[in-house]
Nanobody, 123 residues
Framework: QVQLVESGGGLVQPGGSLRLSCAAS????????MGWYRQTPGKQRELVAR???????NYADSVKGRFTISRDVAKNAVSLQMNSLKPEDTALYYC?????????????????WGQGTQVTVSS
């Protein structure tokens, strides 16, 4: 069983910074991509940033230039540095891993989610 454990959420003032971290554990052979999604009440979960194997990264337009995703492939970990935070960044942030191959699942890739970490931007 694969678990994604997130840390780093909290309360920050507008203009401030936070760093989210996520580590995947389990009998993992490889992970194609890791990233972050966020969700607010009444809205669909949306992609924030994603880092795929080979170094390809994707960002939501709303966070480009402010957020930076970094991935440690060897440690099955991903981080999100969030700068110049705005109140509209307030959300529950979820770590996401897709294309996960494990000892238990063999040749079938799976997708996993973390339990979420709250980020609140408010003065």
């Amino acid at each position: 069983q694969v678990q994604l454990v997130e840390s780093g959420g909290g309360l920050v003032q507008p203009g401030g910074s936070l760093r989210l971290s996520c580590a995947a554990s389990g009998s993992i052979f490889s992970i194609y991509a890791m990233g972050w999604y966020r969700q607010t009440p009444g809205k669909q979960r949306e992609l924030v940033a994603r880092a795929a194997k080979g170094g390809t990264t994707n960002y939501a337009d709303s966070v480009k230039g402010r957020f930076t995703i970094s991935r440690d492939v060897a440690k099955n970990a991903v981080s999100l540095q969030m700068n110049s935070l705005k109140p509209e960044d307030t959300a529950l942030y979820y770590c996401h891993a897709d294309g996960v191959f494990t000892k238990a699942t063999g040749d079938s890739p799976y997708t996993y989610w973390g339990q979420g970490t709250q980020v609140t931007v408010s003065s």
